[in-house]
């Protein structure tokens, strides 16, 4: 036996073992990362090293299939020749470099989002170029290469130094030991993907556990794999029937009348009894990169990052208890121009057919506007140009030379060069992105147009770099650099917007399209969903504090009836100051789908689970299913998920 494992496959058995110490070695150092948050019971920790193991023996068995499948079917008469020697090397040359890039690359995820790889990793290959230069301005990327080759070249000389490398080419076993080796590995891999899923993690209320127990290989593929999840097929459903006339119900107001012949059950008019409170007023919509609430000193943060939206809090409607709907920028895209509820995996935004849907800006152009979308990167990321191009926003971007589909009928306008006073992995500075708004409202006020300006800021964002001597905190040292720059910007933008004639009738709308972290110990981190919003310079509203629960899609319907506006809707999203508006938000991460209300939550997990929970500040606690709680939750999601795949979002 000693000799059957001994020889020729001492390299494959020496690479497995290093592959599974490694990953033991990181599985504790995330423990220990996030030490204070872990459960470090016993019998939890146990489970997550074993189950660990398992996934590391599945992603080892799938590595090392075509090396094995090399030593199969290689002549003994050819080991130890040079061709032998060549391909061993760099079989395990390229192996090592690919374990230890992955072990880097999960670090520096793990640091950014407390979490193996998931969608956002996938997105992350998609999107090379704003990634890689994300990483050349974030880390010093020629040492970490550096690095990494000299890792991989030092354990390729302590093989040699444990004589690996002579025993591999000196040995020859026969047939039978190659093919029963082979055979080993293809019903390890085989059997280990059969009953392993991502899901097989979660053995635990604690959400870190579960995602130390992963790897985040496996976890990669687990994600790219399901990017889009049929809600039927992975959630608990009720009758659709009874599912719309819940939603209807949700939806009904005094001011509702529901277009009976519609395709889409839930497309209504919308009439207010006043005659709209002024003409046209312009709107700016920044969707602010990653702004939590806990920068604000509303909310306890004593380090005055954000004495610009602290101003503006006191002097415009503040919604002091609004959630978002996801973790990601285009989950917040979809929320307040949709005004739907997040379905399960890819967002609306990045999906196919997402054109022609009718979204805020039918609403906008309806009223004689001109809707565009100012975005400070390249708009191909994350598929925003193809969504808002293919839906009526004229686009303004840094795209450097893409293009719209032919069949986008809106018009695209690059930033140029001259136009931009600094930049980096992701896009413009917010200084130079709101600048273009005003150059552009400035363009649309000459033309006695009104228009609605859509704005996504960039500056929020690793590597938090920004112009130099704009702020007290150097560019580029973190986090709290970049939101108190962030919030500088807002204040050039507002005094800047002052000087404009048009600014009188112009409302501004600042709200964050998803917190800065998303990670804590439960599967939703409600408190990380928490965000402000603001509407400033509406005329005629007095400022004042909302403290009603609102979601991130109620924003513009709040609005539009805010305005005395008449329109035909389809969202999900209600006006907060109606009378029969019943408090509630949607608290969603691609696979798991929250509904809240007040200190209550219902998660819908897939694999048709579902559960109730009393909400903390800090975690989630176990509690008694309320059946029309739960039905509501999934009544919002099923339907949204089922009109978005019938084709029922559209325009008509």
Not at 207 to 214: D, F, G, L, V
Not at 402 to 423: A, G, M
Request: charged share 20%; net charge neutral; proline share 4%.
């Amino acid at each position: 036996m000693k000799r059957f494992f001994s020889n020729r496959y001492r390299l494959l058995f020496f690479f497995s073992g290093l592959f599974l110490f490694l990953s033991f070695v990181l599985r504790i150092v995330f423990t220990f990362w996030v030490f204070n948050d872990v459960s470090t019971n016993l019998y939890v920790f146990s489970k997550t090293l074993l189950l660990g193991l398992l996934y590391d023996i599945s992603v080892v068995s799938c590595f090392t299939l075509l090396f094995t499948f090399y030593l199969l079917i290689l002549p003994n008469k050819w080991v130890g020749s040079l061709f032998d020697r060549i391909m061993v090397y760099v079989f395990y040359a390229l192996h090592l470099l690919i374990i230890y890039f992955v072990f880097f690359a999960e670090v520096t995820f793990w640091d950014e989002f407390k979490s193996r790889f998931n969608f956002i990793a996938v997105d992350y290959l998609i999107y090379t170029y704003e990634v890689v230069k994300n990483i050349q301005e974030s880390y010093p990327l020629p040492l970490l290469i550096g690095g990494i080759a000299t890792i991989t070249l030092l354990t390729i000389i302590a093989t040699a130094r444990f004589k690996v490398f002579r025993k591999t080419f000196e040995s020859h076993p026969s047939f039978y030991q190659k093919a029963t080796i082979t055979l080993l590995n293809i019903i390890i891999m085989v059997s280990s993907l059969y009953f392993l899923t991502n899901d097989s993690s979660n053995i635990s209320d604690n959400r870190y556990n579960n995602e130390i127990t992963k790897a985040g290989i496996f976890s990669f593929f687990a994600a790219f794999r399901n990017n889009h999840l049929k809600f039927e097929e992975h959630y608990q459903t009720i009758d659709l029937k009874e599912a719309i006339t819940l939603i209807r119900t949700e939806l009904t107001d005094s001011k509702t009348s529901y277009i009976e012949n519609s395709k889409n059950p839930f497309r209504r008019t919308i009439t207010d009894p006043y005659p709209e409170k002024f003409q046209q007023p312009n709107v700016v919509f920044v969707l602010m990169e990653s702004m939590s609430a806990s920068f604000m000193n509303r909310f306890g943060n004593e380090k005055n990052i954000t004495p610009n939206l602290n101003a503006l809090a006191e002097q415009g409607i503040f919604f002091t208890n609004m959630f978002a709907n996801g973790t990601r920028t285009v989950r917040g895209m979809e929320a307040v121009t949709l005004s739907v509820p997040p379905t399960p995996g890819n967002s609306i935004v990045k999906r196919p057919d997402n054109q022609n849907l009718y979204t805020i800006g039918n609403v906008f152009r309806d009223k004689g506007y001109q809707t565009m979308f100012f975005y400070g990167g390249d708009g191909y990321f994350d598929n925003m140009n193809s969504f808002y191009g293919g839906n009526g926003f004229d686009i303004y971007d840094r795209g450097r030379g893409s293009i719209l589909s032919d069949k986008i009928k809106s018009k695209r306008y690059n930033i140029s060069d001259e136009e931009v006073t600094f930049e980096n992995a992701w896009g413009i500075c917010d200084e130079d992105i709101y600048a273009k708004v005003l150059k552009e409202a400035d363009t649309k006020y000459q033309q006695k147009q009104p228009f609605m300006a859509f704005v996504m800021t960039t500056s929020n964002h690793k590597p938090y770099t920004y112009p130099a001597n704009k702020i007290d905190i150097p560019s580029g040292s973190g986090r709290e650099g970049a939101v108190k720059y962030a919030d500088f910007a807002i204040g050039e933008l507002i005094r800047n917007a002052k000087q404009k004639p048009w600014f009188k009738n112009t409302v501004f709308i600042f709200i964050a399209d998803h917190c800065a972290s998303s990670a804590g110990k439960s599967e939703i981190d409600v408190n990380n969903h928490h965000i402000p919003a603001i509407i400033y310079n509406l005329k005629n509203e007095p400022a004042r504090e909302v403290s009603l629960e609102v979601a991130q899609i109620d924003i513009f319907p709040t609005l539009f009836s805010l305005m005395n506006w008449s329109y035909t809707s389809q969202f999900y999203g209600k006006d907060v100051f109606d009378v029969t508006y019943h408090p509630r938000s949607f608290v969603g991460t691609y696979i798991n789908l929250g509904m809240k209300k007040n200190n209550e939550v219902v998660i819908l997990y897939n694999q048709k689970r579902n559960g109730q929970y009393l909400w903390t500040q800090y975690d989630l606690q176990p509690t008694k299913v309320s059946p029309d709680f739960l039905n509501s939750a999934i009544a919002n999601y099923q339907t949204a998920d089922y009109l978005f795949s019938h084709g029922l979002f559209s325009e008509k």
